[in-house]
């Protein structure tokens, strides 16, 4: 019957049913997207429960794989988040105003599915990142996704509360220390938990003023949950005394027969910081509110941005969209352009950075000075992210789609874009937008620090350097180009390593010596007299590239010889075959108990 037939009333009927098909389907989508979710987040949580116990049954290798699980997990549930949307719920019928109107009002039923909710803010980043997958580039507005935050975590935590508290000037240090290890439920022994609380006690005499003395409000408060990486454990607290927050943080490891004792005491930010590098593998740990965690961790290290704090706590998507935000933020308070990077320019990657903010945007040339694929260096890439980078190997935030104000960045560097990688680079009226790009802290090139380095620099410089390349080997990577360009300095003094198109596994080389000169006419051939395979490196030969600097020379050789051999290579590879997982601690030795202190 043609629908101009119908009654007043039927048409009526039916325009009801439909808004309120329309409805529940809303409904239904919220629905689902946050369920995706929260499946995420169970497995996250029960990721980090499963680290616990691995810790306490000394299964390092199992530590190591849940770490590299673990960051795959937000993409596969986004994947299966979306693919059961577009299965269940497809929407590309729809108008562009029909559209607009659904997925409008899809935000704010899922705005309101969040009043009670412990992880908002985490739940609104999954939310952008289905809804991205499913809308073109036109939709990634505040309308339709959260550029901005709908709901505010600042006073939101756990029952119980994400920290506990000790009162030191009632039961004493010791008792409040006792009771705190005690909290922490280890189903494994410590060794002496009365000898480790007699050197925290003795080790942060060496460190506060001499005439501390506890004040009225003096309590130690410490995170519920431990942070877990690799080999080691992290109590992470604050000291609170006449109003002051000090900063600690408590390394635990295990012995040799199972059992725990504490390895150091890491006293104030700074310290605390580098537990928290951006050339560190993330930490796995339990959290019911994470932006409780991420608050009290701010109280620490009050010049990291929540975006790494997120981040190196595992969330890195979370991280990734602060990091947008602070990014737009700064866009708007600032008028300085985007410039070509200082120092040599890579053969595969082009750099750019702002100079006002402390970042590099990193994108793949199409146009390459080496035989290597697009999608090979995202693997690199890749694997490195997957890796535990044992703080020598620089962190990277992958972003696609990236819009930049086009007035903001330099002619030079327009002109470059266009040159080098034109398949990324979309202009679009007052925006370019990068396709795909890579985005990571600032450093100073290390070839460029050494130039203007003075004497005492120049000795930190190279012994950094060095130790660097040995961290990397104990963690099972051969850095491959190991020129000065491919290196930074970080302002906390640190080497790290930053270009990763020719990592490799350490165990998938060969490491060989030059075989000697069959003749004279050897010796002075322009091409080598014995056969070089494709994995073959002869460490002799680093010091042709490295060390032409006679000042440089010197100090390499005193400290990392034996680099230049390849029997130093030959032996780590042994290790690694082995199963043995060399210690690379992120505190310096001497502040080790068993280094420090004698009793």
């Known amino acids: 019957m043609p629908l101009s037939n119908l009654a007043p009333s039927s048409t009526s009927a039916l325009a009801r049913r439909k808004a309120d098909q329309e409805k529940d389907r809303t409904h239904a989508i919220a629905r689902a997207i946050l369920a995706g979710f929260d499946r995420h987040y169970a497995l996250f949580r029960y990721n980090a429960q499963q680290a616990k116990a691995r810790f306490e049954a000394g299964d390092w290798h199992a530590i190591r794989r849940l770490a590299r699980e673990r960051i795959a997990f937000y993409d596969q549930r986004v994947r299966e988040a979306t693919e059961s949307l577009e299965k269940n719920y497809p929407t590309g ?37 289905v809804v991205t997958k499913l809308l073109h580039r036109t939709y990634f507005h505040n309308d339709f996704i959260f550029v901005r935050p709908a709901v505010s975590t600042e006073y939101l935590d756990s029952t119980p509360p994400s920290y506990r508290v000790y009162y030191p000037p ?8 006792t009771s705190m290890f005690v909290d922490i439920g280890f189903a494994c022994p410590f060794v002496d938990v009365q000898r480790d609380i007699k050197r925290i006690i003795k080790a942060a005499s060496h460190v506060l003023p001499r005439d501390f003395g506890a004040a009225s409000d003096c309590q130690v408060q410490v995170l519920r ?57 993330y930490f796995m740990v339990d959290m019911d509110t994470p932006s409780a965690y991420v608050r009290f961790l701010q109280t620490l290290m009050p010049t990291k941005p929540d975006s790494e704090l997120y981040t190196m706590i595992g969330l890195h998507k979370q991280g990734k969209t602060l990091f947008f935000r602070d990014m737009l933020h700064h866009l708007r308070h600032s008028s300085d352009q985007f410039v070509i990077a200082p120092g040599i320019k890579g053969l595969v ?41 044992v703080g020598r190997m620089a962190d990277t935030w992958e972003y696609s789609d990236v819009p930049f104000p086009r007035e903001r960045i330099d002619a030079e560097l327009l002109r470059e874009l266009r040159d080098v990688a034109p398949s990324l680079v979309i202009e679009d009226g007052d925006s370019i937008i990068i396709k795909h790009m890579y985005i990571e802290r600032r450093m100073v090139p290390l070839n460029i620090y050494i130039e203007k380095a003075s004497e005492p620099e120049l000795d930190h410089a190279i012994q950094e350097y060095g130790d660097a390349i040995k961290h990397m080997v104990a963690a099972n990577i051969f850095p491959g180009d190991m020129l000065y360009k491919n ?9 790290v390593f930053y270009d990763y198109d020719e990592v490799a596994y350490l165990t998938d080389c060969n490491f060989r010596e030059i075989p000697p000169p069959r003749t004279p006419e050897d010796e002075m051939a322009s091409e080598p007299w014995y056969k070089v395979g494709p994995n073959d490196v002869f460490p002799e030969e ?50 080790r108990f068993k280094e420090q202190i004698h009793d």
């Open 349 to 389: 990657m082009a750099v750019f950075t702002l100079p006002s903010f402390p970042y590099v945007f990193k994108i793949i040339k199409d146009k390459r000075f080496k035989d290597v694929s697009r999608e090979f260096i995202q693997k690199q890439y890749q694997l490195v992210k997957f890796h535990d980078r």
């Open 170 to 177: 009632q039961t004493g240090w010791t008792r409040a220390l």
């Open 487 to 495: 290196f930074g300095m970080t302002r906390q003094g640190r080497v």
């Open 93 to 129: 019928d729809l108008s562009e105003a029909a559209a607009e109107t659904l997925w409008q009002q899809v935000k704010r039923l899922f705005v309101g599915l969040l009043a009670e909710h412990k992880q908002p803010e985490l739940a609104e980043t999954f939310f952008n990142s």
């Open 542 to 591: 680093f010091g042709t590239f490295l060390l032409g600097n006679s000042k440089v020379r010197d100090r390499f050789l005193k400290r990392h010889s034996d680099l230049l051999h390849a029997d130093y290579w030959r032996k780590r590879q042994t290790t690694i075959k082995a199963g043995i997982l060399e210690d690379v601690f992120p505190y310096p030795d001497d502040l």
């Open 225 to 281: 949950s431990l942070f877990f990486r690799n080999k080691g454990a992290y109590l992470i607290g604050r000291l609170i005394n006449d109003g002051e927050i000090i900063p600690f943080a408590l390394p635990l490891l295990r012995d040799s027969r199972g059992r725990v004792y504490i390895d150091a005491l890491l006293l104030g930010s700074e310290r605390i910081e580098a537990l928290f590098n951006f050339s560190r593998a």
